[in-house]
Structure formats: structure tokens, C-alpha cells
């Protein structure tokens, strides 16, 4: 603690939960926006991470309310949002909007896997029965069918879009609506947290997808992660320049905060803010990604920028979620002082719950995948095809 | 609430929900057991009609000593968890410089035992100000309130309802007079509550009856015959951060600009 | 929809709805209303029409559907997604009715917040606070010394904190298992100073004290010695009127030394007591040089006045810079001159050109050249005993 700061504010109240949850809603919303670039925009050389998008995107999904739940004073009311839920407040939204969302992304991925579905209800054993619950016992599918699923998942994989904006930019409303925090109040924070978001959700899958495809000696399918890396410097590009745009604007107006914001950035978060978010973790992967995007590399150098990359953005969206939701509160309400916060690793909102909050979305993408494919069969082809038969489901480890 | 015993109130109950489920949140209050929209009697069959009230709240701050009667006198009327406050008083001295500094006497004695600044730092000015709940009228936090546990009474008290509340915290952030905290026992936003459990009897909040020296007053802004009016007529007062349109109830008599 | 069945259908949907909107419409205007305008048993009537209406359409459309079946394998296309989104409109219903199922009784009484919050307020807890009259119903004679004293304005509870358990635990005392609750205020200086330590940041006309200082000024060796060894709490007698008027000394006389028994309620209050004692009883030879000199004229409660630290220990003049005496002497632009000499301070004016006084510091006490005009110093300690009788 440092100068005056008010009695009741001796206690950091959002913790390291709330830094993770815009976090993981962030790499829902930028994994859906990648599969729509499939399914919508036709960038069919994304096609290999298509459905592992959606994949990421709906596990994602389901575990974003998990650091909420165990943020909330009283989780056993968690559903008064969605009882009762007072519409002249920012959050108020989050039921009905989060639900919705789960609504979209779970119905377009029931249409998109419903092929592998119908092949796994006629097998059997656990998976058969999960399979012919999931599809409601209707196995048939023909031509025609087909052509619906496709117009279906056209039409929401387009309204997706919207909603995974309305989702994550909500999430930034809700900081920059806060007229009692100079730190988050700016009508910018909705947007940074849209391209913010774009740019995560690119980063885990291209990480991710990666990993999956070492570890099982798949041959990656260089044209999918270029692709990806250049819609990754272009939006970190646009990202990065409004967050940098947002704090240029307070200190150029000289406004009455900037003086204890001023002191904020150069001395509470110089080194989490301007060293580490700015200079190593925007810096180097823009000139990395830049340097990809430019020249042509052998692949294998190609796949490691873009690897360093994507794991260095990651950490940048997870530092800026950070600068945010703690900075901000670590600025006393009276201007005149900062508090401080350092999350113990025990506690219930501690360091070790939010590790585990933030692998299991990852542990259940793999049980997911013993359940139905999330690659097409052509991504999952190994670096030599002579040497080993042909993949099947299992190997994913 | 006075019901009477033969109230068909299942009936209202199944209808409420009919017509609820049909009409969504547009008819959230439709049929709700309020008896011709009056409002609740306090215990103890005292007669108060909270349409005859609009509680406001006045500091004067030429009149505070700092001498902690006030925190001392909420801590154990309203029972607040140590380390937390519902209202405080705060010192400013204004050096030579004119810089300020401010410090508050935390603890169970609430009491300031020297001066924050030494003689050398040549004060130019010093004195304190009583803090509390502002009770806006615009208020921030039951805007924010995802679930409408805090909300404002019809006679000007912004309340919690610690059975409804969820603990998201989002209102402790949106004041921006950090009067409010989470609870640490019951883990539900926490505040001043004008010491609804007096003013509704008759009573005066705790901080308002123990003040020595009259530095913090209340009153009802529907009375046009009331002492805080008749002051508030006759004194030049200031709000504590206006620019930010809460529309506060707390009116402070000879506020510093130094004070946010 | 051109096939009639469908029609029908489509006719029981419209009707449905506009049936639906009735009952809404009616629900609001008797939620609305101080009396109930359709009543109870008309929305009831006209909702259950609602279902009648959609169960119509439904069926409708069902039997519609079943004829074409036998199309299905052409055009079934459309099979699954129905079969979804009749699952999915289940759930929804499910969970709509659930909503609303799950709202409290009174939530949106008097606003969007649940309406039995406020009555919980109310009774949140007890009052813990008594007042002063309540203290007074059982300890009449201290409520009567403490209405006569200067302290009469401030409660009991102020000091002694909130009395709700010791007034409980008195009155629960007849079951003789009750323990009792004392409320004490500790017999240390702590108390007295949160009021009265002096702090710079407290109003400077309030009283307040340096306690060591205090102490020493009287001699007192222990400087833990608690203020009620001296000033009884309950009748400090820290005068309204200035000392001399007043009669009685704030320290010395106590009311009790010469009213033997009760306080009478109907005495006048200390400060209309007739003549106790004079300055000059004590501070003869002060009173005497005074008298010599040029504010003679005035009595010296004009000066120390208020009860104050500084007054009766250094002096309220020393302590407070110029400002007390510019009360006087203070040469106002639009004041009638007052026939007293008079400054317009900052600016002291040159009496003696050809030996100009040094630059002096805006706080220095006037009294630090001027003091030849009042009194002659350290006279002060001539009896600081005795002298009461």
C-alpha cells in the first residue's frame, strides 16, 4: 500500500479469477471467429482447424463461468442473473448472453459432427449410448440432410460472429463502464477486448494445434498455419495499437487521472505493463509474425516463429487481462494512493485453482476427440506416411 | 405485511408464475404481494409510511473533531467486521507546500493520537472529514447490480438484500466512493444502511445521535418544516464528486477541494 | 400455407396470441391498479383460452405433418433439425416456467429488487444505541448533573458506547441467571482525548489539550494521571459564560461540594450561579498590576474566556499568533471605527520611522512587544490552590 487509499479498499475484491475469466471468454471468441473464417468466409485452407476450432471455442465456453462461480460470494445464487435479472446493468446481460452463445456453438457443432456421431451410435459400448442421446436417436442423414446442415451452419457461423462479439466486448463494457475507475473507463476497453480477444483465440489454436501435431507426428499443414499466422499479425497489429491508442489518449488530454494513472504505469505496473505487455511479449511476436508474414522461410523455421509467436501472445493477452482488471484496481478511488495485490497460490482464489480452472478446457478437447475427430482426416497424416498405417482416432497422445 | 388470512395467495402464486413465464421480465413485479403498492410497516407496530420521507444526510465539516464517536458508534450499532467500514473520518493537513496529506485512524478506537504532520512541514491548513455511504440518488451501485439486490427504498436508502445478493462485487467497484465491501462472514456486498433498523422507528442513525458536536446531521427532505432543510437553505454546500452525475444525498458544508 | 389445415392453424396461433396479450394487458392493469379491475377469475378464463387456442394450432400443425410422412424419405430433410428444435423448445419451456417459478413472491413490489428486502432491513437488528433518555429513566442523577453541565448536549452513548446490552442484561437481571453488562468508560485519559487531544486539524475554538503539557503546567508528576482525577465527568462545569462572570471555578467547585443530596432539576444551571470566588482571590498581585494599566476596563473573562487548554496552563493568547487580539484591534475597511486603536493587519503600521521594528512573521503573537498594555508576565502561579472556600 502507498500513499492514502480508502478504508475498504485495502482489499483487492477482483482477483485473479476475474483475470481469467475475460481471458478464456477471449479465446472463445477469437477460436469461433477462426472457424467461421471457414465455415463463412470460405478461407478453405483453414480447414484443418476448422472443427478444432469450434471444438476449442465450445469447451472454452463451458468452463468460462467456472473462475466466475468461485469469485461469487454466494455461487449457490448464481442463477438470481438469470432470475432475476436487473437489465439497467452491464452484467446483468451475461445469463441470457453466455447461454445464448453456448445455445449457438453447441447447435453448430451438433450439426457439424453430426456425421461422426451417427458412426459412432452404430458402434457401441459408452460412446454409443452418449452418441444416440447427443443426436436424440435420429441417425439418418442423406444428401438432403447435408445440404441443411450446410445452410444451418452457415447461417451460425454468421450469426456466431455478433454474438461472440456481444460475448467478449460485454466483458470489456462491463470494465470500461465503470466511471469510478480512471483506469477502465474508456469506451476503447469494448473494442481492445474484441481484437484482443481475435488475437488469443488465433494464438491457442495455432499453439495448440501445433503441439497436438508434434506430439503425434502429424505433418502440419503449412498452408493452414501461415494463413493463420498472417490473420495473427494483423489483428495483434490492430490490438496492440488500441491499447497503446487508449493510454496514449489519457496522457495526451492531461486529464485529472492521468496524474495518478501516470504514476500507475511508471511505477505499479511499469514492469507487468510497459516491460513485459508492451516491449517483450508485442514487441518481439510482431516482429516475428512480421518477419513471417514478409519473407519466406524453410518450414520448419516458418513453424517455430510462429509457434514462439503465438505462445508470446498468449502470455500478452493474459498480461493485458491483468494490467487491466488489477491495474485498475489497484488505483485508490481517492487519486491520492495505490493498493496492492500478489494472489496466494493455495487460496480459493488462488494461483494453483486458476492453473487447473485453465487445463482442464484442454484435458476435455482430448476427450472430446476420443469421442468424435476434431481434425479431418488429412490433418491428421503423419510426417512420413510409409513409416506408420494410417491414423486412427486414438493417437492423439 | 398485513395479508389478510383468507388471501387466495396460491392462487396468486400459480398466477404470478403464468404469467410470468408468458410475459418474462417485463412482469416481474406483476402480482407481487404488495397490498395496493404501499409500503412495508416496520416492526413493532409502529406506524411509518415511507412516502412521507426522503432521507437525506449532511456533514458539516467545520464542526468535526476526529474524535471517532461515529465509527466507534457504527461498528457495534450495525455489527461491521473488523477491518472494514461504514463510514470513517478522514485528516487533511495541507503542508507548506500545498500538498495534501490524508490519513484515517483505522482500528477498534478509531481515534488520531498525534498530528500526521511534524511542525517543520510548515501546515498551512488541516482538518477532517466524515465519510459515509452518499445514498445517491442516481445511485451507481443498484444501476449496476446484476440481480437487483441493491436497490434504493422509496424513501431515499440504498439497501442491500443480503438474501438475494450474489457477491459479484461489481457495485463495491462502480462506487465511486468506495463505501461499499464485501462482507467477509456473510459474503454479500456490505454498507451503510442510513441505520434503516432506527430511522424507520423514529431513531437517529447511530452516527447522527453520538456526534458531539453536531458535525453530522439527517434529515427528511419531504418535510419542508425539518432542521437539515432549513440548513441546507441557508448554508453553501458541495457534493462529493458531482462531475460523475450520482446525484448524492450526503450534502458537505464547507468541503475542501482537496476532499474526493 | 396454402394447405387449409394449416390455415386453421395459423388462425388459433394469431388468436392465441392476441388472447396472450389480453392477459398480460389485464395482469398489468390489476398489478397496476389499487383494485383489481378484470379480477382473478377473467385472466384465469382468458389464459386458459391461450392454451386452448395453441393446443388448436399445434394439433393442427401435428396432423399436418403426419400426413406428409410418407414424403419424409423426399423431404425429411428437415427431420432432425425439428426433432432439435422441439427438444430445444422443451428445455427453453422448461426453463422459462422455472424462471418464473423461481422469482421471489415479492420481487418487483416497489421496484425491480425483491420487496420483503426492505422489512428485513427494518429489522435487521435492534437498536443498539439508547439515547440519553433512556440512560436518564434509571440514572436520574446523573442525567440531571449532565443536563445542567457544558457537556449537556452530547449523549451519554458517546462516551460510554452503545448501551442496548447493558439495558438488556438490567432488564433480563430478574431471572438472576442474566450476567450483568456494565457500560465503563476505562479510567484512563484515552476517552477524554478523543475529543480533546489537541490536534492541528481540529477547529481551533474547540478544547483541546496537550495532556503532558497540561500536567506539567499544574505540577502533576504522574503524566498518566487520568483526567478524572480532577473533572468529574458528569459536571466538568466547563462554563458557558466567561469565567469571571460565571463565578465558579471550572476546576475546583464541583456542584455536589456545597448541594448536599439529589441535583434539583429546577436549579439554574452553573453558569447563572451567583458569586463563588474572584480572579483576585488567587492572583491578587496580577490584579493589581493590572489595574494600572490600559485594558483595565475589562474583566478577564474578556480574554480567558472559554475553558481552553492554553488558558489555564499557556495562556490562550501565547498560543494562537496575532489573531486574538486583531479581534479587537483589527481595522476593518467597512467597520465604524470603535474608538480603539486599530491595524489593518498584515500591514503594522510605522509609528517610529528612525527606528523601524525588524520584519516581523505573520504569526507572532502581539502580545510578544504589547504585553506592557495588559499585565505584567509570570505572576500567574500565585495560588494555584486553596482560594475555594
Redesign the interface.
Same mark, same amino acid.
Given at each position: 500500500m502507498e500513499g492514502f487509499v480508502f478504508p475498504n479498499e485495502q482489499n483487492v475484491v477482483w482477483t485473479v479469477m476475474i483475470v481469467l475469466y475475460p481471458y478464456i471468454t477471449g479465446l472463445v471468441a477469437g477460436a469461433f471467429v477462426v472457424s467461421s473464417l471457414y465455415h463463412l468466409f470460405g478461407r478453405d485452407e483453414i480447414r484443418p482447424v476448422a472443427r478444432f476450432s469450434l471444438g476449442a471455442a465450445f469447451v472454452f465456453l463451458l468452463f468460462a463461468p467456472l473462475p466466475l462461480l468461485v469469485h461469487l460470494g454466494h455461487p449457490e445464487r448464481a442463477f438470481n442473473i438469470m432470475i432475476t435479472p436487473n437489465f439497467s446493468s452491464a452484467m446483468a446481460g451475461f445469463g441470457y448472453i453466455y447461454t445464448a452463445y453456448l445455445l449457438l456453438v453447441g447447435i453448430e457443432i451438433w450439426f457439424i459432427f453430426r456425421d461422426d456421431m451417427i458412426r459412432r451410435a452404430d458402434g457401441r459400448g459408452f460412446w454409443r449410448l452418449v452418441a444416440r442421446v447427443a443426436l436424440l436417436n435420429d441417425l439418418r442423414a442423406t444428401e438432403a440432410s447435408h445440404a441443411t446442415d450446410r445452410r444451418i451452419i452457415r447461417f451460425l457461423a454468421g450469426l456466431g460472429i455478433p454474438m461472440a462479439c456481444l460475448l467478449h466486448g460485454y466483458v470489456g463494457f462491463l470494465f470500461g463502464s465503470i466511471k469510478a475507475n480512471p483506469w477502465w473507463s474508456t469506451p476503447l476497453m469494448f473494442v481492445i477486448f474484441i481484437f484482443s480477444a481475435i488475437v488469443s483465440g488465433i494464438a491457442v489454436l495455432i499453439f495448440h494445434y501445433m503441439l497436438i501435431a508434434r506430439i503425434n507426428r502429424w505433418k502440419i499443414d503449412q498452408a493452414c498455419v501461415r494463413s493463420l499466422g498472417r490473420f495473427l499479425w494483423g489483428f495483434m497489429i490492430i490490438a496492440v495499437s488500441l491499447e497503446v491508442l487508449e493510454v496514449v489518449s489519457i496522457a495526451y488530454k492531461q486529464s485529472e487521472e492521468w496524474e495518478i494513472l501516470a504514476r500507475l504505469i511508471e511505477d505499479r505496473l511499469f514492469f507487468s505493463y510497459i516491460i513485459l505487455q508492451f516491449l517483450v511479449f508485442s514487441l518481439v511476436p510482431f516482429l516475428l509474425l512480421g518477419l513471417n508474414a514478409l519473407f519466406r522461410f524453410r518450414d520448419a523455421v516458418s513453424n517455430a516463429i510462429l509457434w514462439i509467436a503465438s505462445v508470446m501472445l498468449l502470455v500478452q493477452v493474459l498480461l493485458m487481462r491483468w494490467n487491466v482488471v488489477i491495474g485498475g484496481q489497484l488505483v485508490s478511488k481517492s487519486y491520492r494512493g495505490f493498493t496492492s495485490y500478489m494472489p496466494g497460490v493455495f487460496e480459493r482464489e488462488g494461483l494453483a485453482v486458476a492453473v487447473v480452472i485453465f487445463t482442464i478446457p484442454f484435458g476435455l478437447l482430448y476427450v472430446f476427440h476420443r469421442f468424435v475427430p476434431l481434425f479431418p482426416p488429412e490433418a491428421m497424416r503423419p510426417t512420413t506416411p510409409a513409416e506408420r498405417p494410417a491414423p486412427s482416432q486414438a493417437d492423439l497422445h | 405485511m398485513s395479508r389478510p388470512p383468507d388471501d387466495p395467495s396460491d392462487r396468486r402464486r400459480f398466477l404470478r408464475i403464468v404469467v410470468q413465464s408468458a410475459g418474462g421480465f417485463f412482469f416481474a413485479g406483476c402480482l407481487a404481494d404488495a397490498e395496493d403498492g404501499g409500503p412495508p410497516a416496520p416492526p413493532g407496530g409502529t406506524a411509518y409510511d415511507w412516502n412521507k420521507f426522503y432521507w437525506a444526510y449532511a456533514v458539516d465539516t467545520d464542526r468535526c473533531i476526529g474524535c471517532g464517536s461515529c465509527m466507534r458508534a457504527c461498528r457495534t450499532e450495525n455489527l461491521v467486521p473488523e477491518g472494514f467500514y461504514r463510514t470513517w473520518v478522514e485528516r487533511y493537513e495541507i503542508d507548506a507546500d500545498d500538498k495534501a496529506h490524508v490519513d484515517i485512524a483505522l482500528g477498534r478506537s478509531a481515534s488520531f493520537d498525534r498530528d500526521a504532520l511534524p511542525p517543520a512541514a510548515g501546515r498551512r491548513k488541516a482538518f477532517f472529514v466524515p465519510k459515509l455511504c452518499n445514498h445517491c440518488k442516481n445511485s451507481v451501485c443498484s444501476q449496476v447490480c446484476p440481480v437487483g439486490a441493491s436497490y434504493q427504498t422509496k424513501d431515499g436508502v440504498v439497501l442491500v438484500d443480503e438474501q438475494h445478493c450474489v457477491g459479484c462485487a461489481y457495485c463495491v467497484q462502480a462506487c465511486p466512493y468506495a463505501t461499499r465491501f464485501i462482507n467477509p462472514h456473510k459474503h454479500v456486498a456490505d454498507k451503510c444502511t442510513f441505520c434503516y433498523h432506527r430511522i424507520t422507528v423514529g431513531l437517529p442513525p447511530a452516527c447522527v445521535l453520538v456526534c458531539p458536536t453536531k458535525a453530522r446531521m439527517y434529515g427528511n427532505l419531504k418535510d419542508r418544516k425539518d432542521e437539515l432543510q432549513a440548513i441546507l437553505h441557508r448554508r453553501r454546500y458541495m457534493l462529493l464528486k458531482p462531475e460523475l452525475g450520482t446525484n448524492p444525498k450526503c450534502y458537505y458544508l464547507g468541503l475542501d477541494l482537496e476532499v474526493v | 400455407m396454402a394447405d387449409p389445415q394449416n390455415r386453421r392453424s395459423l388462425i388459433a396461433f394469431v388468436f392465441a396470441a392476441v388472447l &396472450?396479450a389480453t392477459?398480460?394487458i389485464m =395482469?398489468?392493469a390489476? =398489478? &397496476?391498479a389499487?383494485r383489481p379491475v378484470f379480477g &382473478?377469475a377473467t +385472466?384465469?378464463l382468458a389464459?386458459a383460452g391461450?392454451v386452448l387456442a395453441l393446443a388448436v394450432g399445434l394439433g393442427g400443425l401435428l396432423a399436418a405433418r403426419r400426413r406428409r410422412e410418407d414424403l419424409s424419405q423426399? !423431404?425429411?430433410? /428437415?427431420?432432425?433439425?425439428l426433432?432439435?428444435g422441439v %427438444?430445444?423448445l422443451v428445455i427453453g419451456g422448461a426453463a +422459462? *416456467?422455472a424462471? =418464473? %417459478?423461481? *422469482? @421471489?413472491?415479492?420481487?418487483? =413490489?416497489?421496484?425491480?429488487?425483491?420487496?420483503?428486502? *426492505?422489512?428485513? %432491513?427494518?429489522?435487521?437488528? !435492534? @437498536?443498539?444505541?439508547q439515547?440519553r433518555d433512556v440512560c436518564a429513566g434509571c440514572h436520574e442523577t446523573e442525567g440531571r448533573l449532565h443536563a445542567k453541565d457544558f457537556h449537556s448536549? +452530547?449523549?451519554c452513548?458517546?462516551c460510554h458506547?452503545?448501551g442496548g446490552e447493558h439495558v438488556a442484561s438490567v432488564a433480563a437481571r430478574a431471572d438472576g441467571k442474566t450476567e450483568h453488562v456494565p457500560v465503563v468508560v476505562p479510567r484512563t485519559q484515552?476517552p477524554c482525548? /478523543?475529543?480533546h487531544?489537541r490536534?492541528?486539524?481540529? @477547529?481551533s475554538s474547540?478544547p483541546?489539550i496537550d495532556p503532558q503539557e497540561h500536567l506539567r503546567g499544574f505540577a502533576v508528576a504522574d503524566l498518566e494521571t487520568p483526567c478524572m482525577r480532577c473533572h468529574n465527568p458528569h459536571e466538568p462545569l466547563f462554563l458557558t459564560r466567561p469565567l469571571r462572570e460565571a463565578r465558579l471555578h471550572p476546576v475546583i467547585q464541583q456542584c455536589r461540594d456545597c448541594h448536599a443530596g439529589d441535583v434539583d432539576a429546577a436549579a439554574p444551571r452553573p453558569d447563572d450561579h451567583p458569586v463563588v470566588f474572584e480572579c483576585r482571590y488567587c492572583h491578587a498581585d496580577l490584579a493589581a498590576d493590572f489595574a494600572g494599566r490600559s485594558h483595565r476596563e475589562l474583566p478577564c473573562g474578556r480574554c480567558h474566556q472559554a475553558h481552553r487548554e492554553s488558558e489555564t496552563a499557556t495562556r490562550i493568547v501565547r498560543s494562537h499568533g496575532p489573531e486574538f487580539c486583531l479581534l479587537c484591534h483589527r481595522d476593518f475597511p467597512l467597520r465604524e471605527p470603535v474608538g480603539l486603536p486599530t491595524i489593518a493587519w498584515p500591514a503594522h503600521p510605522e509609528r517610529n520611522p528612525q527606528n523601524p521594528p525588524p520584519p516581523l512573521p505573520d504569526d507572532m503573537p502581539c502580545i510578544d512587544c504589547h504585553m506592557d498594555r495588559i499585565h505584567a508576565r509570570g505572576m500567574t502561579t500565585a495560588a494555584a490552590t486553596g482560594g475555594a472556600s
Open positions: - | - | &396472450l392477459v398480460l =395482469a398489468r390489476d =398489478a &397496476l389499487r &382473478l +385472466i384465469v389464459a391461450t423426399v !423431404r425429411g430433410s /428437415w427431420s432432425h433439425v426433432r432439435l %427438444a430445444l +422459462i *416456467v424462471r =418464473a %417459478a423461481l *422469482v @421471489p413472491d415479492s420481487y418487483g =413490489a416497489y421496484g425491480y429488487f425483491r420487496g420483503d428486502a *426492505v422489512r428485513d %432491513a427494518m429489522v435487521a437488528r !435492534r @437498536p443498539s444505541h439515547g448536549g +452530547i449523549q452513548e458517546s458506547g452503545a484515552e482525548l /478523543w475529543c487531544r490536534l492541528a486539524a481540529r @477547529p474547540f483541546q
